[in-house]
Structures are given as C-alpha cells and as structure tokens.
C-alpha cells in the first residue's frame, strides 16, 4: 500500500511539554509527568512500553493500525505500542474497571458521545496542559471538532477523525429515469425521487435505525433550524417544531412512494447496491465498501432539505486514561505517539474516515489519492457533531425509537417525538444526579 505519510516535526518545546504533563496532577484525576519530550517531538525518558486500546477491528483498519505503529515503534527505540484492538461494545464495558484498578490502557481512542461520561468519572487525565505542549489549538481541527473534547472548561482530547455523512448515488438507476445531475436542495430532490418514482422506483428508502435513519433525523433537524437539546443538555427540544418537520419529512418519503415502509436495518444501502433505489443518506465509511467496486455509483453532499446548510458527523479523540498510579513517562511517551499518528495520518482514509488534522486532510496529495472523499470534506464547514454531556447516548436512543414508531406508523411524528423527549428529560435528569451539575 502507499503511505504518503509526510514526515512532519512535533513542534513542541521541552519546556512547554514537560510543565503541560507536570500540570496534570496526581491522584484520579491524573497523573504527574516528567514531561521527557524533546522539541523535535522525540520521547528522552526511559525505555516504555505504551498500550494502546481501540476498536477499530474491521474494513482496512486492521491493516492500516498495525503498520503505522510498526512505522512508528521502528523510528523510536524507547517506545514500543502495543495495541489491544477489540469491538467498541467491549471497550465500553471494560475499560472504565481497568483505568479504576490501575490496567487501563496508556492511550486510547473514544467517540466524541463518550468523552463526557469517562471525564465525569475521573477517568481521563485532563490533558489541557500536554495538548498546549504538543502545539495543538482549535484551528488544527475541522471547526467545532476540537470542543468535543471539552467537558467543565478542561481539554480532555485530541480529535484523530471525523466521519460526516453523504449522499450515496446509483448512478445507474438515476439514469433510468433520465436524469443526470445529482440533486443538491428540496427541489431538485423531490423533482428526482418524482422522476423515479414515474419509472417504478422508491428512490430513497428511509429507516428507523441509528444507521442511518437518526443520523439523517439529525441532519434534518439542523437544516430546519432546531437542536436536540438545550444548551446546557438539561432538556431535549428534538420535540420541537424542527423536530416535528425533519420527521415528518422523513414519514412523508414513506406516505409519497418515496420509500417503502418498514426498511430493515441496512435496508436502504443494500437496495442502493442492488439496484432497487437510486439514493442513500450514510457515512463516509461507506466509501470503502468494496460492494461498490463493480457499481457506477457517487457521492455528494448530502442536499440542502432545510433553510441551512447542516450535516450529521461522528468524531474520535486520542484521549489519556487516568490510570491510577500512572506511569509519568508513558504518559509523555503516549503523548508523541499520539501527534506522530496524527502527523502520518493520511493513510487513515483508506479505511473511509477522514483525518481530523487540517494540515494532513487538507494535502492536495489526499484528494489525488481518495477523490471520493471530497464531498465529504467539502461538508465539514458546517458538520455538526455529538452533543456533550455524560450519559448522553441512553437519551439518544430515545430520538431512534421515536424515528422507528413514527416510520412504521404506531404514532405520528409529533407524538412520537414529544414521549421521545419525555423519556429523554428523565435520563437527563439522572444523569445530573449521578455525575453531577
């Protein structure tokens, strides 16, 4: 595989590491650091080694981890990582238990809906002084990115990649209702599925799922103007007229012919490679799906449904567990391990996500590479990311169970998204009470 991996200096002074480690602290909130890192980003410490947990156990990405740690163990002889790849599920159940008893890893990778909940429960080193050490600033990320990462006005972590979602095109099947160009607003979109529908086709086929049927919701919701939540996360507004168009938008490609009812899980991107639909709202993951490879098939934007442009995206963050009696220079040893890899990060495309560094995504050389992704990177001006607060995703669940009874007709939207929201204010609420204000 080519590694257009550019070689790039870490850029931080030792002073200004070694005092950001140092400021961490001691105790379950963090750990002290002897901050051995030289300004060429080159760990000066001890020999150590540096486990690494992440779930990426899938597509190109066990491929890809191993080399780069190979690459980088082999130009830092006093690092070794080892990596402990294992299902994202596994993660969630595991590690909170090992970081409390002392065995978590050095170095890990969290979604952005999880960053909260571990930094709630002194899990994770507040790592605002080693990130100021390593050069890293807000402008280093996509816009709103970098934020995920703060929880109670502390830094917690560094963005590694962000994964929007697209619109997938078949272009044979848009073809056989005559039409050429790939729609980009309400009118055009709805002048397609039209077109479509006149030739026996459901042209966008909308489901209940977290894949892809909330991820659209919430793209939608944000196009028209709404939120899911208040701005301090203590009451859901996905209820609210926003809400209820996104919604009903989605309920009306069911009702038009637009889409069949009762799409299964997955439904709608194996009808796309099938042949039995023409659109699919996904994620950039997607661009990987070697199904494609024998399909005349695109991405784009998805369109413009509301008066704003918005877009669902996913991020992960390089995050330092707060292991109790944490080793110093593993820390600091983690923590060039961590700007190494997002320096050589290009090559993490093949595995269809972007990298979250400006400098490397940004790299003309990228494109050239994997020129499926630019519609992609051409939305992340207006992404919106996940919402952050502790035990977020059990009152996102609500906002799937609203979509899925709403899409199969057991209520309407409104009603639908009002219990959603009830339920989701009581989680909420507990959540306030079990870690805090």
């Known amino acids: 595989m080519n590694k257009p991996w550019a070689r790039r200096a870490i850029g931080a002074t030792v002073a200004a590491l070694a005092i950001g480690i140092a400021a961490v602290g001691c105790g379950t909130s963090g750990a002290s650091s002897g901050g051995a890192v030289s300004g060429d980003g080159e760990y000066a410490g001890p020999a150590v080694d540096v486990t690494f947990w992440h779930g990426?156990?899938?597509?190109?990405?066990?491929?890809?981890?191993?080399?780069?740690?190979?690459?980088?163990?082999?130009?830092?002889?006093?690092?070794?990582?080892?990596?402990?790849?294992?299902?994202?599920?596994?993660?969630?159940?595991?590690?909170?238990?090992?970081?409390?008893?002392?065995?978590?890893?050095?170095?890990?990778?969290?979604?952005?809906?999880?960053?909260?909940?571990?930094?709630?429960?002194?899990?994770?080193?507040?790592?605002?002084?080693?990130?100021?050490?390593?050069?890293?600033?807000?402008?280093?990320?996509?816009?709103?990115?970098?934020d995920k990462g703060n929880f109670r006005d502390a830094q917690y972590a560094v963005p590694w990649s962000v994964t929007p979602l697209g619109l997938f095109v078949n272009k044979t099947v848009l073809a056989s209702a005559g039409i050429t160009d790939i729609p980009t607003d309400e009118a055009s979109y709805i002048a397609a599925l039209d077109a479509l529908k006149g030739v026996g086709v459901a042209g966008d086929w909308v489901d209940g799922y977290v894949f892809t049927g909330t991820f659209q919701f919430q793209s939608l919701i944000w196009q028209f103007g709404g939120d899911?939540?208040?701005?301090?996360?203590?009451?859901?507004?996905?209820?609210?007229?926003?809400?209820v168009e996104a919604l009903t938008w989605m309920t009306d490609m069911v009702a038009n012919g637009y889409s069949p009812a009762n799409v299964a899980q997955d439904g709608n991107i194996k009808a796309l490679i099938s042949g039995d639909t023409a659109f699919n709202w996904n994620g950039v993951w997607q661009t990987t799906n070697t199904a494609f490879d024998d399909l005349d098939w695109a991405a784009a934007p998805v369109p413009q449904i509301g008066s704003e442009k918005a877009v669902w995206s996913s991020?992960?963050?390089?995050?330092?567990?707060?292991?109790?009696?944490?080793?110093?220079?593993?820390?600091?040893?983690?923590?060039?391990?961590?700007?190494?890899?997002?320096?050589?990060?290009?090559?993490?495309?093949?595995?269809?996500?972007?990298?979250?560094?400006?400098?490397?995504?940004d790299d003309p050389a990228?494109?050239?590479?994997?020129?499926?992704?630019?519609?992609?990177?051409?939305?992340?001006?207006?992404?919106?990311?996940?919402?952050?607060?502790?035990?977020?995703?059990?009152?996102?669940?609500?906002?799937?169970?609203?979509?899925?009874?709403?899409?199969?007709?057991?209520?309407?939207?409104?009603?639908?998204?009002?219990?959603?929201?009830?339920?989701?204010?009581?989680?909420?609420?507990?959540?306030?009470?079990?870690?805090?204000?």
């Not at 596994?90 to 590690?95: G, S």
């Not at 009603?415 to 609420?429: F, G, H, R, S, V």
Request: aromatic share 8%; no cysteine.
């Open 56 to 146: 990426w156990t899938g597509g190109a990405a066990p491929t890809i981890v191993p080399a780069l740690i190979e690459e980088f163990n082999a130009e830092h002889e006093n690092i070794t990582v080892k990596a402990v790849p294992q299902e994202w599920g596994d993660i969630a159940a595991k590690m909170p238990l090992a970081i409390k008893a002392g065995k978590g890893p050095d170095v890990a990778v969290l979604h952005g809906d999880d960053l909260a909940t571990y930094a709630a429960q002194n899990l994770l080193l507040d790592a605002g002084g080693i990130i100021d050490g390593l050069g890293y600033t807000a402008d280093d990320f996509p816009q709103g990115v970098f």
């Open 228 to 243: 899911l939540y208040n701005e301090d996360v203590t009451e859901a507004t996905f209820n609210s007229p926003e809400g």
């Open 315 to 361: 991020s992960t963050h390089w995050v330092f567990p707060s292991n109790k009696g944490q080793d110093e220079n593993k820390t600091a040893a983690a923590a060039v391990f961590v700007k190494w890899m997002n320096d050589n990060s290009a090559g993490w495309a093949e595995t269809g996500e972007l990298p979250a560094a400006n400098e490397v995504r």
């Open 366 to 437: 990228l494109l050239e590479q994997y020129p499926n992704l630019a519609p992609f990177m051409e939305q992340l001006e207006y992404a919106h990311y996940e919402t952050v607060s502790p035990g977020i995703t059990e009152a996102n669940a609500q906002i799937t169970l609203a979509l899925n009874e709403a899409l199969t007709g057991k209520k309407d939207p409104q009603t639908a998204l009002d219990d959603a929201a009830d339920k989701a204010n009581q989680i909420l609420e507990s959540n306030r009470a079990k870690y805090g204000d």
